[in-house]
T-cell receptor
Framework: AQKITQTQPGMFVQEKEAVTLDCTYD???????LFWYKQPSSGEMIFLIYQGSYDQQNATEGRYSLNFQKARKSANLVISASQLGDSAMYFCAMSLPYMNNNAGNMLTFGGGTRLMVKP | NAGVTQTPKFQVLKTGQSMTLQCAQDMNHNSMYWYRQDPGMGLRLIYY???????DKGEVPNGYNVSRLNKREFSLRLESAAPSQTSVYFC????????????FGPGTRLTVT
């Protein structure tokens, strides 16, 4: 069975500084995908970034980058130049490889990290 | 292009009542999913439909049934609601290929008293 662990229940960061949100995962499958989602207080789930297990380069999307360390099974999210609007819950998630059991892209989520940006 | 829509947005049920949560997507995605989110926790998969005509159990299927009505619509039914089913329910859809971003609906906040 696969598992996602986010060990930081809450974090503070000063506006304009960078912050790293930790995520470790456990799976025996060689093929998987890793996602980060943002959930603001309004409740919607917003996709941020994706990393495939075979991708050679770390994924980047604007101010978001994913620090993928495959041997350590970690997929940390780095947010550069934090903004007040970054205050939200952040979830790391992993997808099963669909070819194995026709599972589509169903996700297993971590427990989340609440990020609070201080002005 | 509405993305993923869910109805209703809020619902209060008494223990033992039944209801169906509706979900529709207009992105021509093959795969659809139902998740629940309990307070302070991540989302957990209830049921999914990898493609039209198929449905499978996720991590927490007990007390729920689903119907993939067509490619666009995927409903979740609570036959006899229990207080333990108080949660926020999210529907999502994606392409079937690995790595396909899941697009989430706005959620339904359900309270069972």
């Amino acid at each position: 069975a696969q598992k996602i662990t986010q060990t930081q229940p809450g974090m503070f960061v000063q506006e304009k500084e960078a912050v790293t949100l930790d995520c470790t995962y456990d799976t025996s499958d060689p093929s998987y995908g890793l996602f980060w989602y943002k959930q603001p207080s309004s409740g919607e789930m917003i996709f941020l970034i994706y990393q495939g297990s075979y991708d050679q380069q770390n994924a980047t999307e604007g101010r978001y980058s994913l620090n993928f360390q495959k041997a350590r099974k970690s997929a940390n999210l780095v947010i550069s130049a934090s903004q007040l609007g970054d205050s939200a819950m952040y979830f790391c998630a992993m997808s099963l490889p669909y070819m194995n059991n026709n599972a589509g892209n169903m996700l297993t989520f971590g427990g989340g990290t609440r990020l609070m940006v201080k002005p | 292009n509405a993305g993923v829509t869910q109805t209703p947005k809020f619902q209060v049920l008494k223990t033992g009542q039944s209801m169906t949560l509706q979900c529709a997507q207009d992105m021509n995605h093959n795969s659809m999913y139902w998740y629940r989110q309990d307070p302070g926790m991540g989302l957990r998969l209830i049921y999914y439909s990898a493609s039209e005509g198929t449905t499978d159990k996720g991590e927490v299927p007990n007390g729920y049934n689903v119907s993939r009505l067509n490619k666009r619509e995927f409903s979740l039914r609570l036959e006899s609601a229990a207080p333990s089913q108080t949660s926020v329910y999210f529907c999502a859809s994606s392409v079937i290929q690995q790595g396909g971003e899941q697009y989430f609906g706005p959620g339904t906040r359900l309270t069972v008293t």
